[in-house]
């Protein structure tokens, strides 16, 4: 997932996590373990995760939670995080992430963002 190949054309590069909702990137990257269940942090990123303006896919909108009524799959694989979450399995949540970064490349990706 990291180490960027230096193959790839930059402006065919794949968006990551970074480039898409980096705040989450950032935390999801930190935390090797998810947050104790029931821990400040826990209840933190579960509240984040239930809100559509601040969950993952919400941050890659810009926190704002529109792509519930414009993009069917968005909203479903927002859903998706939480419940990976509440599960607690790291597998599923990488997962995820790669889903919607796969959706979002390909029918989101802006066409310039600089
Ligand atoms: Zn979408």
């Keep these: 997932m990291d180490g ?17 909702a980096p705040k989450w990137a950032k935390r999801l990257e930190q935390e090797k373990k998810l947050p104790f269940p029931l821990s400040l942090k826990w209840f933190k990123w ?35 995080f939480g419940h990976s979450f509440l599960v607690r399995s790291r597998l599923e949540l990488e997962t995820d992430v790669q889903n919607f970064l796969s959706h979002w490349n390909e029918k989101h990706r802006p066409i310039d963002r600089s």
């Design 4 to 20: 960027k190949s230096s193959l790839v054309e930059p402006l065919k590069r794949r968006l990551t996590l970074d480039d898409v």
């Design 46 to 80: 579960y509240f984040e995760l239930d809100m559509p303006s601040k969950c993952v896919v919400g941050e890659a909108y810009g926190f704002d939670s529109s792509y519930e009524q414009e993009c069917d799959e968005c909203n479903t694989l927002g859903w998706r």
